[in-house]
């Protein structure tokens, strides 16, 4: 899986978390049978509840791509793609790295 956040290519030590783009911490955790890299497990619950999230809603087999963009406080815009096909969202997670809010994107 491919993932930018803010512009950038994470999910490796090198390059960042998946989610926040931070480069402290060092949790791995196999997301959708990539290993990805996440600073710390409440990044790598989001994401993963995230990914959940955006295959329930389109009834997606899986996530190929991820572009976010934003933060934990302002929440994230973000656009995820799977064999040619689109969809751009918004994000908010809860303290429990729950999904708080959830809505498309035109
Ligand atoms: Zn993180």
Redesign the pocket.
């Known amino acids: 899986m491919r993932v930018l956040v803010n512009g950038e290519e994470v999910g490796t030590k090198e390059r ?7 480069t402290w ?1 060092d949790y791995h955790e196999e997301v959708e049978g990539n290993e990805l890299f ?3 497990d ?3 619950k989001e994401f993963r509840n995230m990914v959940q999230e955006v295959k329930r809603r389109k009834g997606w087999e899986r996530v190929e791509e991820l572009e976010i963009r934003g933060n934990y406080y302002t929440g994230r815009t973000c656009v995820a793609r799977s064999r040619g096909r689109e969809t751009k969202f918004y994000v908010r997670f809860g303290d429990d790295g729950e999904v708080e809010t959830f809505r498309d994107v035109e």
């Open positions: 960042g978390c998946a989610l926040c783009g931070a911490g996440f600073c710390c409440m990044c790598a």
